[in-house]
């Protein structure tokens, strides 16, 4: 297959509420899409960096010019490729793993439109339904906090996540569990902890928690091993894990029991595929984490969440959970907390174009054979 064509979005969609984590507040989605045209199909890929660089390093304008000056480029300058090269293509530019995902599968969704298969089927899906999760943004009351976990529960929700930061930690969780006693919890501190705050960790191990995720700095598995052997709750990794050799490591030094997979952080889905194995053939349980994806980036991660290790509720939500109108043909969740797989070709659903235009702030294209405006001679990528 021969890329001719990139045409860069920046969307912007504003959420149904404000979701604050311990990092700040959104109260826009604004993401990158991609739409890769090759000879055979089009493809569309969804980058989850932010506005900021806050969840992680890379950040929209960042992951523009990367993907506008570097990773695009090389994927012209490749000529004939399969999406199984892209990763490799893209191996000498270092980390950044949140826009090199959007080109990867963006090309594998092409790929699959032009054979005719659905990414799930691709990738070794399991199922055809998921369970799903929904995460709780930090409630300015904790009255504001019981009122949305009602109605989340209510909805048909299989597990209820919170987000903490210090001191909007163990008194609203501890409110929660108690209204809710049999509600299967967890927590998500978006590494917002030090090692000294232990006492906060001890406090939750007796509120029944399925998992404490990402309590300390996203770089120190070494602390997260001394607190893991501290506590009884599982600890889950999120932002520590960006390839699925950080999977293998942590847990092997013990520093989680269960993994947040998330193909937009990891670099795409053939390494979020990667990740499961390892944690799959570690006998740790996996789940699907969510970056507020619009309809492009929850078709490809319901896809990831159909793998056989993906045995714990995801932070998959539908549609309308954060968009008054999302950019496709809305997500729905049956009474039952569960979700249909997408089965068409490729990622099974498109941006309605209406829709897409409204929500556009900025559109470039980029065509192979075209000169770019930075640099000559080309870089090594
Ligand atoms: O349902 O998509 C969702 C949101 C799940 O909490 C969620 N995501 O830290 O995992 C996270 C958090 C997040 C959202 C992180 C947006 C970064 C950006």
């Given at each position: 297959m021969r890329v001719r064509e990139v045409e860069l979005r920046l969307v912007a969609l504003p959420l149904v509420r404000p979701f604050r984590t311990s990092f700040g507040e959104a109260t826009d989605k604004v993401c990158i899409l991609a739409r890769v045209v090759t000879d055979e199909?089009?493809?569309?890929?969804?980058?989850?960096?932010?506005?900021?660089?806050?969840?992680?390093?890379?950040?929209?304008?960042?992951?523009?010019?990367?993907?506008?000056?570097?990773?695009?480029?090389?994927?012209?300058?490749?000529?004939?490729?399969?999406?199984?090269?892209?990763?490799?293509?893209?191996?000498?530019?270092?980390?950044?793993?949140?826009?090199?995902?959007?080109?990867?599968?963006?090309?594998?969704?092409?790929?699959?439109?032009?054979?005719?298969?659905?990414?799930?089927?691709?990738?070794?899906?399991?199922?055809?339904?998921?369970?799903?999760?929904?995460?709780?943004?930090?409630?300015?009351?904790?009255?504001?906090?019981?009122?949305?976990?009602?109605?989340?529960?209510?909805?048909?929700?299989?597990?209820?996540?919170?987000?903490?930061?210090?001191?909007?930690?163990?008194?609203?969780?501890?409110?929660?569990?108690?209204?809710?006693?049999?509600?299967?919890?967890?927590?998500?501190?978006?590494?917002?902890?030090?090692?000294?705050?232990?006492?906060?960790?001890?406090?939750?191990?007796?509120?029944?928690?399925?998992?404490?995720?990402?309590?300390?700095?996203?770089?120190?598995?070494?602390?997260?091993?001394?607190?893991?052997?501290?506590?009884?709750?599982?600890?889950?990794?999120?932002?520590?894990?960006?390839?699925?050799?950080?999977?293998?490591?942590?847990?092997?030094?013990?520093?989680?029991r269960i993994v947040n997979v998330k193909q937009g952080r990891v670099g795409g889905v053939f390494e979020a595929r990667r990740v499961h194995d390892v944690c799959r053939g570690a006998g740790a349980p996996v789940w699907c984490g969510g970056m507020l994806e619009t309809g492009v980036g929850r078709a490809t991660n319901l896809a990831v969440a159909a793998l056989p290790g993906f045995s714990l509720p995801g932070d998959t939500s539908p549609s309308a959970r954060y968009f008054h109108e999302d950019l496709t043909p809305p997500f729905e969740m049956a009474p039952d907390g569960t979700m249909a797989v997408p089965s068409g070709p490729g990622l099974g659903v498109d941006p309605v174009p209406e829709r897409l235009e409204a929500r556009t702030r900025r559109r470039e294209v980029l065509r192979a054979g075209a000169t770019t405006p930075w640099a000559a001679p080309a870089p090594s990528v």
């Open positions: 199909a089009e493809g569309w890929g969804e980058c989850v960096a932010d506005v900021e660089p806050d969840f992680g390093a890379e950040f929209n304008e960042g992951a523009w010019a990367l993907l506008r000056d570097l990773l695009v480029p090389a994927l012209f300058r490749a000529g004939d490729v399969a999406a199984g090269d892209v990763e490799g293509l893209f191996a000498s530019v270092r980390g950044n793993t949140m826009a090199k995902a959007t080109l990867v599968n963006a090309v594998l969704d092409a790929e699959l439109r032009a054979a005719g298969r659905s990414l799930a089927e691709h990738l070794g899906a399991a199922r055809d339904r998921i369970a799903c999760g929904v995460s709780v943004g930090i409630a300015r009351t904790t009255e504001a906090l019981l009122d949305q976990v009602e109605g989340y529960l209510a909805e048909g929700y299989r597990r209820i996540k919170l987000k903490i930061a210090p001191g909007l930690d163990v008194g609203r969780v501890r409110a929660v569990r108690d209204r809710w006693p049999d509600a299967t919890l967890s927590v998500d501190a978006n590494a917002a902890y030090a090692p000294d705050d232990i006492d906060v960790f001890l406090a939750l191990d007796d509120l029944d928690l399925l998992m404490v995720e990402q309590p300390l700095h996203h770089d120190d598995l070494v602390r997260h091993a001394a607190l893991q052997s501290r506590i009884r709750t599982d600890v889950c990794l999120d932002e520590s894990v960006k390839r699925a050799d950080d999977a293998a490591v942590a847990l092997e030094i013990g520093a989680c």
